[in-house]
C-alpha cells in the first residue's frame, strides 16, 4: 500500500511521484511505501503551515484542546492496531510498543488539560495605577524532526505542545518508521483539525530536515536525534537563520550498584535499562559501575539473567529483545562489539542469535563485557545497542568520578539503600535525569525531559517546561487614561 504525505489536511502525492518501501526488522516484510518527498513539497507544507496560523492562533486554548483530546480518542480506540504497526517497523516488544502507544494518549491529554493552566504571572506594578502582567504567544510555525526509536512518542511530545500554545506545525518523521507518524496525522485529520495546522512529509533528512532548517518560515525547529545532526543543525538553524533551536541527542547513561544494594533487584533494573528496546533508548543504561563488595556476586547474576533473555519476534509476548531497527544499525552495534571483544573481556552475547526463523531480521544479543578501561571506545561512544560495560570501583567517590568522566549527561541511576549516598548522588551525578532504585530509561510526560553537557541544548521538552520553547513571553502594562 501506497502512502501519502499529509499537506494543508489533504493527502499529497510527492512532487517527485518516487517512493520508498518501509520494512519490517524482523523479516524484511514490506509494511508500505512512503514518499520520498522533495524541496518542493516541504515548501507546499510550510506554505500550509504559514497560512493556517493567524486562524489557529485566534482559537481559544479549550478549541485548540478538543482537538488533542478527539485525537488521543482516535490513538486509544485504535491501540491495537497503531501498536503493531509501530511495533512491525521499528522491532520494540509487544508491550513496550503498546506502552508507547498509550503514552502517547497521556501526552495529548497532559496537553488538552493544559488549557485549563494559567498562562503568565500577575506582578505588582511600581505604579499604583498599573496593571502589570506577562502572558505568553505562540512562535508561529515550527519545524519537528524526529528519531525513529520512539516513532510515536517523540513526535506527539513535541506537537502536542506545540499546537495547544497556538503554533503550527511541519514534522518530518524519521524515514525508516514513517507509519508510526502516519497514524498520528491519521487521528488529527479524524479528528477534524483545520487544514494546514499540522503537516508532515515524508523523506530524507538530508533533504527535507536540511530544507525545515533553511526554510525562512520557519520560525523555530526541534530536533531529536544524533548530535552529529543535531549540531550540523543548530550551526545552520540559529546562525544562519536566527531560528530557535531545541536538540535533544546521545547519552552514555550509568547505572551505580553500591555494596549494600538488593542484588537482584539491581540486576533487573540493568537488564530492564539496558536491554529494553533492544538497547536503543536515548537513557538506555550503557555503562554499570560496581562496588567492588558486590561486583562479583552481581556480575555473576547479570551474566545468567541476560542469558535467559528470549531474543525473538517482537510481536511474541515473551521476547524480552527484538531486532534493531534497520540493517545499518545492526551493523554498527556488530562492530562496536568486535572492537569491544580486542579491547574488554566479553562475558555474553557478542553475535547474532542461530535461530533460523531469526536468519533474515537484523539481531543480536544482549551482550556484556567487563575488563573495560576508561578511555576504551565501550566507554565513551555511544552504541545505541544491546551492550553493556561493566567497571569495578573501590567506593562511591570512584563511581560518581567515573559516571561523570563522558561527553554526555542524560540520565543516571544509582542502586543503593544508603541515603546519604543517594542524597550525595542527585548532588554530585552531572545529568538531566536522575533515577534513585530505578532504570535510566523511563520518563512521565508530566515533567521536563533532557539533559547536560553535549546531551541537550535548549528548554527542556515535556511538562509544563515546553511553554518555554513553543512560546515567547510577553510583559504587559496596562494604565488607564
Ligand atoms: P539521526 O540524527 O540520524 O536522525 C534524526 C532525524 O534527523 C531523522 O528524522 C533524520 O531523517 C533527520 N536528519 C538526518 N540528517 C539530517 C540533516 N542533515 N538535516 C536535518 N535533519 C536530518 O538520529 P536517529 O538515528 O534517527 O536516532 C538515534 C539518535 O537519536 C541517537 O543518537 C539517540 O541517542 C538520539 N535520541 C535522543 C533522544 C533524546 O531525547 N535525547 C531520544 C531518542 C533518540
Not at 502582567?133 to 524532526?145: H, Q
Not at 546521545?250 to 540486576?267: F, R, T, Y
Amino acid at each position: 500500500m501506497r502512502y501519502l504525505n499529509y499537506i494543508n489536511g489533504l493527502w499529497k502525492e510527492p512532487t517527485s511521484r518516487e517512493y520508498k518501501e518501509n520494512l519490517s526488522p524482523h523479516n524484511g516484510e514490506n509494511l508500505g511505501e512512503f514518499p520520498s518527498s522533495v524541496a518542493a513539497d516541504l515548501h507546499d507544507a510550510v506554505a500550509a503551515g504559514k497560512r493556517s496560523f493567524p486562524a489557529w492562533k485566534k482559537l481559544s486554548f479549550q478549541q485548540r484542546a478538543s482537538y488533542l483530546q478527539k485525537a488521543a480518542d482516535h490513538l486509544k480506540k485504535n491501540v491495537q492496531e497503531i501498536g503493531q504497526d509501530l511495533i512491525k517497523e521499528e522491532g520494540k516488544p509487544l508491550a513496550e510498543g503498546m506502552g508507547e502507544v498509550n503514552r502517547a494518549v497521556s501526552i495529548l491529554e497532559y496537553y488538552a488539560a493544559e488549557a485549563r493552566q494559567p498562562l503568565g504571572e500577575v506582578i505588582p506594578s511600581a505604579n499604583a495605577e498599573t496593571f502589570l502582567y506577562t502572558t505568553r504567544t505562540p512562535l508561529g510555525l515550527v519545524g519537528l524532526i524526529t528519531p525513529w526509536n520512539f516513532p510515536i512518542a517523540i513526535p506527539v511530545w513535541k506537537l502536542a505542545p506545540a499546537l495547544i500554545y497556538g503554533n503550527t506545525v511541519v514534522i518530518k518523521p524519521a524515514d525508516l518508521t514513517p507509519k508510526s507518524v502516519y497514524h498520528v496525522m491519521k487521528a488529527f485529520d479524524e479528528a477534524g483539525l483545520p487544514a494546514g495546522v499540522l503537516n508532515c512529509v515524508f523523506g530524507k533528512g538530508s533533504v527535507i530536515g536540511a530544507e525545515m532548517v533553511e526554510h525562512p518560515d520557519i520560525k523555530a525547529i526541534s530536533f531529536t536525534g544524533s548530535n552529529q545532526v543535531g549540531i550540523q543543525i543548530q550551526n545552520r538553524a540559529t546562525t544562519a537563520n536566527g531560528k530557535k533551536v531545541q536538540l535533544e541527542m546521545g547519552g552514555k547513561n550509568p547505572l551505580i550498584v553500591l555494596s549494600d544494594a538488593d542484588v537482584d533487584k539491581a540486576v533487573e533494573i540493568a537488564v530492564g535499562g539496558a536491554f529494553k528496546s533492544t538497547g536503543q533508548k536515548c537513557t538506555a543504561t550503557s555503562r554499570i559501575i560496581v562496588e567492588e563488595g558486590i561486583y562479583e556476586v552481581f556480575r555473576d547474576r547479570l551474566v545468567n539473567r541476560t542469558k535467559e533473555l528470549k531474543v525473538g519476534n517482537p510481536l511474541d509476548g515473551d521476547t524480552f529483545v527484538g531486532p534493531a531497527v534497520s540493517k545499518t544499525q545492526c551493523d554498527g552495534v556488530i562492530k562496536m562489539i568486535e572492537v569491544g571483544k580486542e579491547e574488554a573481556t566479553l562475558l555474553c552475547g557478542g553475535e547474532a542469535p542461530s535461530e533460523e526463523e531469526l536468519a533474515n531480521g537484523f539481531y543480536v544479543k544482549p551482550t556484556v563485557f567487563e575488563n573495560v578501561s576508561h578511555d576504551a571506545r565501550l566507554a565513551r561512544e555511544e552504541i545505541f545497542g544491546p551492550v553493556i560495560a561493566l567497571f569495578k570501583v573501590k567506593n562511591y567517590e570512584e563511581a560518581v568520578e567515573m559516571a561523570n568522566d563522558t561527553e554526555y549527561g542524560l540520565s543516571a541511576a544509582i542502586c543503593t539503600n544508603n541515603l546519604t549516598l543517594a542524597q550525595r548522588f542527585i548532588e554530585d551525578i552531572e545529568v538531566g535525569l536522575v533515577h534513585v532504585n530505578s532504570e535510566t530509561a523511563g520518563t512521565e510526560p508530566q515533567v521536563p525531559f533532557g539533559g547536560c553537557k553535549s546531551s541537550s541544548t535548549g528548554s527542556r521538552e515535556q511538562g509544563k517546561t515546553a511553554i518555554e520553547f513553543y512560546t515567547q513571553v510577553k510583559t504587559i502594562y496596562l494604565d488607564r487614561m
